[in-house]
């Protein structure tokens, strides 16, 4: 998948786009990072664990792929060294099989 179609999943506010998951294969640990979007709340983006102690929510997709919170980067900033576990909770390898990528 490429950063545009990712980002495009949360800019139209997709269905089951919460609880996405991702590390950057630069981390040893391999330290998972959550991204979402609840339509309920007024901040409806979300991201834990990151540079933000409890996380960080925001209005848009935009913010949410551009702000520097991880290691002072954004994911868009990043993108080459993430490494997809889930999308909507579903194992990567799952959901481009359910959704033909």
């Known amino acids: 998948m490429n950063y545009e179609t990712l980002f495009d999943l ?10 996405t998951s991702f590390y ?32 960080w929510e925001c209005k848009t997709a935009k913010e949410l792929f551009e702000a520097p919170i991880f290691d002072g980067k954004s994911i868009k900033d990043r993108w080459d060294e993430i490494i997809l576990l889930q999308i909507g909770g579903i194992s990567f390898d799952e959901w481009k099989i359910d959704y033909c990528l």
């Open 10 to 19: 949360f800019d139209r506010k997709c269905r089951n786009i919460d609880e």
């Open 24 to 55: 950057f294969k630069t981390d040893p640990n391999e330290v998972e990072h959550y991204i979402g979007y609840l339509p309920q709340y007024e901040m409806p983006y979300w991201v834990g664990y990151c540079d933000i102690e409890n996380g």
